[in-house]
C-alpha cells in the first residue's frame, strides 16, 4: 500500500522543461566554433557535443558512483552524508545523486532546507523512471555550473581551456569535475589556490579509488592551471550577424570559412586600420575562386563602436574608383575594339561636355593599351567606353554577379571610373569570374546552400589577356612581381582606396576608408590598400599559385604584327574609313533588333577580300567562308556585337540585339 502511494506520488510529479535553450553557434569548414550568441539571459550555454569519455567516467566515480544502478536516490550516499555530518558537526560530503544534481539545475531550487531537498527527491525518482540514464547524464552536462554565467562541460571546457572537452587531460578532467561543487574555486584570476585545491582533491579521491595511477596523478598535480579566463570566439562577427538574421529559427550554422585563416586576416585588417590614422576603417574578402568559398570575411577592424566598427564594409556600396578598368578592356577586347598591344591615345578629348582627365594631370600621347591599363590612365578607358557604350559594362558586371547601383539611374562615361556603387564583396565576386576565365561560380558562404555558377563577363581569351597585363603591375616595395594579377583603386576624393587581386586558387579584396564617407587626404590604393593585399596573401598560404596559361586562341602579336584594324585604336565612327576596299557589313546594321528565334541570321557582306570569318562577342562562330552572304548560327539573347575579318585582316562590326 505504502510502494502503491509512493508510485502514485513519483507519477504525478510535474516536471520542469527539460529543454533547455542553448546559444546558436556559427562553424567554420572544419567545425570549428567562429562566433557562439549568449541565450535569452545572458547565459553561456552551448550543446555540449562530444566529450571526453574519460572525463565523464572520472565525474560519475567521483559524484556519483551508483549512477547506473539507483533509481535517482542513493540510501547509501545519503546515509554516509548523515554520519559524517553527525561525527563532525558539518557537511562533509553530499549524498546528492547526479540526478538529483539534474533535478537542482533544472529547477534552479535551493539546496539546504528539507522542503527542497524533499523536491529534489521527488524530481530526481521522476526523471528516472522518465527518461534514460545517458539523457540524464547529458543534461547534467549542459546545465553544470561552471561560474558566472558559464554553463555546462562544453561551455566551461572553452572558457577554462579554450579548447572544445572532446580531448581533455587527467588535470583537465579533474577541474571541471570539481568546480560544480567548488565556487569559490571557479575564478582563477581571484582564487588561484582554491582552484588548485579542488582540481587536487578529485586527483587524490581517483588515486585512492585505483582509478588513476600514481603516474598519472604525479604528472596531473604538475600541470599548471589557467591563470584566466578565454573569452568565448567572435570572428567574422558581421557575417554572423546576417546569416542568422537570414535565418532567426537556425541553432546552428556552417560555413565555408576558415577560423585560423579568418583569425589572422583579423588581425592584420586592425593592423592595417592602426597605421592608416584615426577614424579609419578597413574591409577584407578572401575567397577560393575555383569554388567560390568564401574563406574569410572581415567587416571592419574590430566589432565596436570605434571607428563604426559595427558597419560592415563588405557589404556597403562605395566607388570602386579605377576597379572596374579591367572589366573594359576585357570587353573592348572582345569586341575586336583592342587587343593588348594596339595603341591608344592618351590625349585631351571630348565627349559633349565630358572631358576627362588623368588622376595626375598628364598626356601620354600614343600608349599600348597594356600600358594604358597599368598606369591605370582614364582617358584610354572612357575612350573605349564611349565606343563600346557603358550599358555593356553595367550588362557584364550584372552577369558576373555584381549589384552595382547608379546614383543617377542610367550609366554614363565615368562609370568606368568609379561613378557607380559597388560593395567589396561584388567586387571580389567580379574578379573570381575574371581568373576563372570570363566566368566563375558565385561566391557563397553557407554551406547548406547549393553552388552555382555567374554568369559570362568575357570570353576566355580576354580574361586572360586582362589577367596578364595585371600580373605585370609593380607590386609594393619588398612584394615579388609577377604572382600576382590586381589592381589598384582611389575614388574621387580619396574616400575609397582598393586593392583586389588573384593567383592560381585564390582571390582577395582589401577595401580602407572611413565609413562615414569623408575623405582620407592623401590616401592612394596603391600605397594603402596594395601592400594589405600582398600581406593577406602572405598570410593565407605559404606561397603563391602560379597563373594559368594563354587560352589556345590567344594572339600573342606585337603592335605590328597586329591586323591593320587592331594596330591602332579608332572611335567607332570612323573605324576603317581610311581602309580601302574593306569589308562592309550591309545586314545587319549597327543598332538592329532581330529575331533570333530560328537559330540563325544571315549576314551580308560587301567589298573585302575573301575568305571571311565572323566572331560573335569575340568568339569564332564562322571561319573561311567564301561567301558573302552568310548563314551563321545564334544562340545568346540581348546586346551581341558582330566582327567580320577578311583575308587581309580588314573588319568591320555591328551591335545588335538579339530576342
Same mark, same amino acid.
Given at each position: 500500500?505504502?510502494?502503491?502511494?509512493?508510485?502514485?506520488?513519483?507519477?504525478?510529479? =510535474?516536471?520542469?522543461?527539460?529543454?533547455?535553450?542553448?546559444?546558436?553557434e556559427?562553424?567554420?569548414?572544419?567545425?570549428?566554433?567562429?562566433?557562439v550568441?549568449?541565450?535569452?539571459?545572458?547565459?553561456?550555454?552551448?550543446?555540449?557535443?562530444?566529450?571526453d569519455?574519460?572525463?565523464?567516467a572520472?565525474?560519475?566515480?567521483y559524484?556519483?558512483?551508483?549512477?547506473?544502478?539507483?533509481?535517482g536516490?542513493?540510501?547509501?550516499a545519503?546515509?554516509?552524508a548523515?554520519?559524517q555530518?553527525?561525527?563532525?558537526?558539518?557537511?562533509?560530503?553530499g549524498?546528492?545523486?547526479?540526478?538529483?544534481?539534474?533535478?537542482?539545475?533544472?529547477?534552479?531550487g535551493?539546496?539546504g532546507?528539507?522542503?527542497?531537498k524533499?523536491?529534489?527527491i521527488?524530481?530526481?525518482?521522476?526523471?528516472?523512471?522518465?527518461l534514460?540514464k545517458?539523457?540524464?547524464l547529458?543534461?547534467?552536462?549542459q546545465h553544470a555550473?561552471y561560474?558566472?554565467? =558559464?554553463?555546462?562541460v562544453?561551455?566551461a571546457?572553452l572558457?577554462?581551456?579554450g579548447k572544445?572537452?572532446?580531448?581533455?587531460?587527467?588535470?583537465?578532467?579533474?577541474?571541471?569535475v570539481?568546480l560544480?561543487?567548488?565556487p569559490?574555486?571557479?575564478?582563477?584570476?581571484?582564487?588561484m589556490?582554491?582552484?588548485?585545491?579542488?582540481?587536487?582533491? =578529485?586527483?587524490?579521491?581517483l588515486?585512492?579509488?585505483?582509478?588513476?595511477?600514481?603516474?598519472?596523478?604525479?604528472?596531473?598535480?604538475?600541470?599548471?592551471l589557467?591563470?584566466?579566463?578565454?573569452?568565448?570566439?567572435q #570572428?567574422?562577427?558581421h557575417?554572423a550577424? *546576417?546569416?542568422?538574421?537570414?535565418?532567426?529559427?537556425?541553432?546552428q550554422?556552417d560555413?565555408?570559412?576558415?577560423?585560423?585563416?579568418?583569425?589572422?586576416?583579423?588581425?592584420?585588417?586592425?593592423e592595417?586600420?592602426?597605421?592608416?590614422?584615426?577614424?579609419?576603417?578597413a574591409?577584407l574578402?578572401a575567397a577560393?575562386?575555383?569554388?567560390g568559398?568564401?574563406?574569410?570575411?572581415?567587416?571592419?577592424?574590430?566589432?565596436?563602436?570605434?571607428?563604426?566598427?559595427?558597419v560592415?564594409?563588405?557589404?556597403?556600396?562605395?566607388?570602386?574608383?579605377?576597379? #572596374?578598368k579591367?572589366f573594359v578592356y576585357?570587353?573592348?577586347f572582345?569586341?575586336?575594339?583592342?587587343?593588348?598591344?594596339t595603341?591608344i591615345q592618351?590625349?585631351?578629348?571630348?565627349?559633349?561636355r565630358?572631358?576627362p582627365?588623368?588622376?595626375?594631370?598628364?598626356f601620354r600621347?600614343?600608349?599600348?593599351v597594356?600600358e594604358a591599363l597599368?598606369?591605370s590612365?582614364n582617358?584610354?578607358v572612357v575612350? #573605349?567606353?564611349?565606343?563600346m557604350?557603358?550599358?555593356?559594362?553595367?550588362?557584364?558586371?550584372?552577369?558576373?554577379g555584381?549589384s552595382a547601383?547608379?546614383?543617377?539611374?542610367?550609366?554614363?562615361?565615368?562609370?568606368?571610373?568609379?561613378?557607380?556603387?559597388?560593395?567589396?564583396?561584388?567586387?571580389v565576386?567580379l574578379?573570381?569570374?575574371l581568373?576563372?576565365?570570363?566566368?566563375?561560380?558565385?561566391?557563397?558562404?553557407d554551406?547548406?546552400?547549393?553552388?552555382?555558377?555567374?554568369?559570362?563577363?568575357?570570353s576566355d581569351?580576354?580574361a586572360?589577356?586582362?589577367?596578364?597585363?595585371?600580373?605585370?603591375l609593380?607590386?609594393?616595395p619588398?612584394?615579388?612581381?609577377g604572382?600576382?594579377?590586381?589592381?589598384?583603386?582611389?575614388?574621387?576624393?580619396?574616400?575609397?582606396?582598393?586593392?583586389?587581386?588573384?593567383d592560381?586558387?585564390?582571390?582577395?579584396g582589401?577595401?580602407?576608408?572611413r565609413p562615414?564617407?569623408?575623405?582620407?587626404?592623401?590616401?592612394?590604393?596603391?600605397?594603402?590598400?596594395?601592400?594589405?593585399l600582398f600581406?593577406?596573401?602572405?598570410?593565407?598560404?605559404?606561397d603563391?599559385?602560379?597563373?594559368?596559361?594563354p587560352?589556345?586562341?590567344t594572339?600573342l602579336?606585337?603592335?605590328a604584327?597586329?591586323?591593320?584594324?587592331l594596330?591602332r585604336?579608332?572611335? *567607332?565612327?570612323a573605324?576603317?574609313?581610311?581602309?580601302?576596299?574593306?569589308p562592309?557589313l550591309?545586314f545587319?546594321?549597327?543598332?538592329?533588333?532581330?529575331?533570333?528565334?530560328?537559330?540563325e541570321?544571315?549576314l551580308? #557582306?560587301?567589298g573585302?577580300a575573301?575568305p571571311?570569318?565572323v566572331l560573335?562577342?569575340?568568339?569564332? =562562330?564562322v571561319?573561311?567562308?567564301?561567301?558573302?552572304?552568310?548563314?551563321m548560327p545564334?544562340?545568346?539573347?540581348g546586346f551581341t556585337?558582330?566582327l567580320?575579318?577578311?583575308?587581309?585582316g580588314?573588319?568591320? *562590326?555591328a551591335?545588335v540585339t538579339l530576342?
Amino acid at each position: 500500500m505504502a510502494r502503491d502511494r509512493l508510485d502514485a506520488w513519483i507519477d504525478a510529479t =510535474v516536471l520542469p522543461p527539460v529543454l533547455a535553450d542553448t546559444g546558436v553557434e556559427m562553424r567554420d569548414r572544419n567545425g570549428k566554433l567562429l562566433r557562439v550568441y549568449q541565450v535569452g539571459n545572458g547565459i553561456w550555454r552551448l550543446d555540449h557535443g562530444p566529450v571526453d569519455p574519460g572525463f565523464v567516467a572520472m565525474l560519475v566515480r567521483y559524484e556519483d558512483k551508483r549512477f547506473y544502478h539507483h533509481s535517482g536516490v542513493d540510501p547509501l550516499a545519503m546515509l554516509r552524508a548523515a554520519g559524517q555530518a553527525l561525527r563532525h558537526g558539518k557537511t562533509v560530503s553530499g549524498g546528492s545523486t547526479l540526478t538529483m544534481q539534474v533535478a537542482r539545475l533544472i529547477e534552479d531550487g535551493p539546496t539546504g532546507r528539507w522542503a527542497g531537498k524533499l523536491r529534489q527527491i521527488r524530481v530526481a525518482l521522476a526523471l528516472e523512471r522518465r527518461l534514460p540514464k545517458e539523457r540524464i547524464l547529458s543534461l547534467y552536462l549542459q546545465h553544470a555550473p561552471y561560474g558566472g554565467n =558559464v554553463e555546462g562541460v562544453r561551455a566551461a571546457s572553452l572558457a577554462w581551456f579554450g579548447k572544445e572537452p572532446r580531448r581533455l587531460t587527467a588535470a583537465q578532467s579533474a577541474l571541471l569535475v570539481a568546480l560544480p561543487q567548488a565556487p569559490e574555486a571557479r575564478r582563477p584570476d581571484r582564487n588561484m589556490d582554491a582552484s588548485k585545491s579542488a582540481r587536487d582533491r =578529485v586527483l587524490h579521491r581517483l588515486a585512492e579509488q585505483g582509478i588513476l595511477s600514481t603516474a598519472d596523478v604525479r604528472a596531473a598535480l604538475s600541470e599548471p592551471l589557467p591563470t584566466a579566463l578565454h573569452g568565448f570566439p567572435q #570572428l567574422a562577427p558581421h557575417l554572423a550577424d *546576417r546569416m542568422r538574421a537570414e535565418d532567426p529559427t537556425a541553432r546552428q550554422f556552417d560555413t565555408t570559412l576558415d577560423a585560423d585563416i579568418q583569425r589572422r586576416m583579423e588581425a592584420l585588417v586592425a593592423e592595417a586600420a592602426r597605421k592608416a590614422g584615426g577614424r579609419v576603417s578597413a574591409a577584407l574578402v578572401a575567397a577560393d575562386h575555383q569554388t567560390g568559398e568564401i574563406l574569410v570575411s572581415v567587416g571592419s577592424p574590430a566589432y565596436q563602436p570605434a571607428r563604426q566598427g559595427f558597419v560592415d564594409m563588405t557589404r556597403a556600396l562605395r566607388s570602386p574608383g579605377s576597379t #572596374l578598368k579591367p572589366f573594359v578592356y576585357g570587353l573592348a577586347f572582345d569586341q575586336g575594339l583592342a587587343h593588348p598591344e594596339t595603341l591608344i591615345q592618351d590625349s585631351p578629348v571630348m565627349f559633349g561636355r565630358y572631358a576627362p582627365r588623368n588622376f595626375d594631370g598628364q598626356f601620354r600621347g600614343e600608349v599600348r593599351v597594356r600600358e594604358a591599363l597599368q598606369l591605370s590612365l582614364n582617358i584610354p578607358v572612357v575612350r #573605349l567606353t564611349e565606343a563600346m557604350g557603358p550599358v555593356r559594362l553595367m550588362a557584364a558586371l550584372t552577369r558576373g554577379g555584381a549589384s552595382a547601383r547608379l546614383p543617377s539611374g542610367s550609366p554614363g562615361l565615368a562609370v568606368a571610373l568609379g561613378g557607380v556603387g559597388i560593395s567589396l564583396n561584388d567586387l571580389v565576386q567580379l574578379y573570381a569570374g575574371l581568373a576563372q576565365g570570363g566566368q566563375g561560380p558565385l561566391l557563397w558562404y553557407d554551406r547548406t546552400q547549393p553552388r552555382t555558377t555567374s554568369g559570362r563577363i568575357m570570353s576566355d581569351v580576354a580574361a586572360w589577356q586582362v589577367g596578364n597585363i595585371l600580373a605585370g603591375l609593380i607590386p609594393p616595395p619588398g612584394a615579388r612581381q609577377g604572382v600576382l594579377a590586381y589592381k589598384t583603386g582611389t575614388s574621387y576624393g580619396h574616400r575609397d582606396t582598393w586593392a583586389i587581386g588573384y593567383d592560381g586558387n585564390h582571390v582577395i579584396g582589401v577595401w580602407l576608408g572611413r565609413p562615414d564617407g569623408t575623405p582620407v587626404p592623401g590616401a592612394f590604393g596603391g600605397d594603402v590598400a596594395a601592400p594589405v593585399l600582398f600581406e593577406a596573401f602572405g598570410r593565407l598560404k605559404p606561397d603563391f599559385s602560379p597563373l594559368p596559361p594563354p587560352p589556345p586562341a590567344t594572339l600573342l602579336l606585337g603592335s605590328a604584327e597586329l591586323p591593320p584594324p587592331l594596330q591602332r585604336f579608332r572611335p *567607332r565612327n570612323a573605324a576603317f574609313d581610311e581602309i580601302p576596299n574593306a569589308p562592309q557589313l550591309l545586314f545587319p546594321p549597327d543598332g538592329a533588333a532581330l529575331s533570333a528565334e530560328d537559330g540563325e541570321i544571315t549576314l551580308k #557582306l560587301r567589298g573585302g577580300a575573301a575568305p571571311f570569318s565572323v566572331l560573335v562577342n569575340g568568339e569564332p =562562330v564562322v571561319t573561311k567562308s567564301p561567301l558573302r552572304e552568310i548563314a551563321m548560327p545564334v544562340t545568346g539573347r540581348g546586346f551581341t556585337t558582330l566582327l567580320v575579318l577578311d583575308a587581309k585582316g580588314q573588319a568591320d *562590326r555591328a551591335t545588335v540585339t538579339l530576342r
